[in-house]
């Protein structure tokens, strides 16, 4: 098999083909309202702190609601509830593109949005995630499977700015929303031919509570699961928020337009688009704890530097490894906790996991933005990457002592049994 087609391997399963393409499409829609919503919060308010109030409302549902939408995937179809958020997306962008391309719209709208636009996620993750598994006909390409999503996405970031930076500066921000609303087409009409044998349902007498509860024992189980999602959501809490300060960089700081707005995002997507094929090549999970930790590092210092950066080219330089290594931290996470975990967890672990990768980073772009608002935002960016390389070296430590813990309890069962 050449290195081409092993990289691709996974799209020969026919549901993960279209839920390739369809998601392909919707992405790039996604990113194109992202920009569009922060570049027009920032041009009509001026505020920082209205940013990071902005990206406050349409997170932090996710890291009150989706435990409890991983519950929910555990004990649902979650091909039946991924169908079903899809849609309620599509409605409440289509919201959003009338209010914008009507002019009748206000902060108080675009906040109630955002939030709205949160809880479907919060219920949409936990099950998309936990879907993965069976779009896939050979389970041993699972891990190129989450590795090639990643590099979908991250395509889609990279071509959605790239679209969104163009748009605005010629015919306007309501033209990104309506074309999002549009994109969820492509990924409603794969989700409806796919075909996916029935699905084996657990019916249980428990509450939702104690599902949650059960998710939290078995982390506490299984201690390098964990540890790479607590890592992730001190990653999210620290540094991901960075993306809230890019309009104040783009306009502000480099003087730029919605162009040098877009620019910044697709080269930081272009560097995720790198690092998730680097994960995509990846022929064992045996070094991702370790790649995770070196990620986080390189994410971290590219943005301390990208902080105090003068020149838009030096910048765009600092921000594709910052992309890569984000991107590389995500991808290595997700694979390890889908290899990892049984599958009578997953729904419920991977809600923990959204909900570290997720649902921080709201409480982190509300205080960078209330950060902001006092300080520079260079300071803010240099210190957000500061306290990103202090988590990776506290983790790199932690990943250690937990290795070395399984190594002992390995040799005195080895001990007893003989």
């Keep these: 098999m050449s290195a081409l087609s092993t990289t691709f391997r996974s799209l020969r399963s026919y549901n993960f083909r279209l839920y390739f393409v369809g998601q392909s499409i919707s992405l790039v829609g996604t990113w194109m309202e992202r920009i569009a919503i922060n570049w027009l919060v920032y041009t009509t308010t001026h505020s920082a702190l209205m940013l990071g109030l902005v990206n406050f409302a349409g997170q932090i549902p996710t890291l009150l609601l989706s435990p409890y939408g991983g519950t929910i995937s555990d004990r649902h179809n979650r091909y039946r509830i991924l169908l079903t958020t899809q849609i309620l997306a599509m409605l409440q962008a289509g919201t959003m593109a009338t209010l914008v391309l009507l002019k009748v719209y206000n902060m108080y709208a675009i906040i109630g949005l ?12 936990p099950s998309r995630q936990s879907l993965m598994i069976r779009l896939i006909e050979d389970k041993s390409d699972l891990q190129n499977a989450i590795a090639l999503n990643s590099s979908m996405v991250n395509l889609a970031r990279m071509l959605g700015p790239a679209v969104a930076g163009i748009l605005l500066t010629t015919v306007g921000t309501g033209i990104c929303f309506l074309l999002n609303a549009l994109s969820f087409v492509a990924v409603i009409t794969s989700l409806l031919f796919m075909k996916l044998p029935p699905m084996d349902i657990k019916k249980t007498t428990d509450s939702v509570w104690d599902g949650l509860k059960q998710g939290y024992n078995y982390l506490q189980s299984v201690p390098d699961i964990k ?14 928020p960075y993306t809230t300060l890019m309009p104040i960089f783009a306009k502000d700081i480099f003087h730029g337009d919605a162009r040098t707005y877009s620019l910044l995002n697709s080269i930081s997507g272009l560097g995720s688009l790198m690092g998730a094929f680097y994960m995509a090549g990846l022929k064992n999970t045996g070094n991702v704890k370790r790649i995770v930790v070196f990620a986080c590092a390189m994410f971290s210092v590219s943005l301390a530097s ?66 902001t608002h006092h300080a520079s935002a260079r300071l803010v960016l240099c210190i957000e990457g500061l306290a990103g390389l202090a988590v990776a070296i506290l983790f790199g430590i932690l990943f250690k002592r937990s290795a070395e813990r399984q190594r002992q309890q390995q040799k005195e069962i080895s001990v007893i049994v003989h």
């Design 306 to 371: 990208f902080a105090w950066s003068n020149s838009i080219w030096l910048a765009l330089l600092l921000v594709m490894p910052a992309g890569a290594g984000a991107m590389m931290q995500i991808a290595g996470t997700n694979t390890f906790i889908q290899t990892t975990v049984s599958d009578e967890m997953r729904g419920r672990v991977i809600s923990y996991y959204v909900m570290a990768f997720m649902g921080m980073q709201p409480l982190g772009s509300f205080f960078v933005g209330l950060a």
């Design 114 to 125: 955002s939030i709205v636009l949160g809880i479907i996620n919060a219920f949409d993750t």
């Design 227 to 240: 540890l790479v999602i607590l890592l992730m959501a001190c990653t999210s809490f620290f540094v991901m």
